[in-house]
């Protein structure tokens, strides 16, 4: 079953560019400035979206001189992926129940 906490981390992930922070952070650890040069969006914007995936628990940061450095947390999206495929194993014990009574 998908419990609050997946739903909020859906929320914050629906966003297309907290999704492409994400899949960007998947792939290497990176500073405000490179997802800036990534993602094309502004400073000011992207410091928002990190700050909610940050308190969402999906980013962890890392100060390294006049940089923050931002890193995924993948064990998250493991927890969320999970919550998919127990709710996906529930619909098919489900379909396969209701075929049966359906169908003598």
């Known amino acids: 079953m998908v419990t609050s906490v997946g739903t909020d981390l859906m929320r914050v992930l629906a966003d297309p560019l907290r999704l492409k922070i994400v899949t960007l952070l998947a792939r290497e650890t990176l500073c405000t400035t490179h997802l800036v040069e990534e993602t094309g ?16 628990g999906v980013v962890d940061t890392e100060p390294c001189g006049r940089f923050t450095y931002y ?9 969320m992926a999970g919550q998919f495929t127990d709710l996906a194993a529930t619909a ?13």
């Open 71 to 79: 890193r995924l947390r993948p064990e998250v999206l493991e927890t």
């Open 41 to 56: 969006a502004k400073q000011t914007n992207l410091s928002n979206h990190l700050r909610v995936l940050r308190e969402a």
């Open 92 to 104: 098919r014990a489900t379909a396969d129940q209701n075929r049966k009574r359906a169908c003598p």
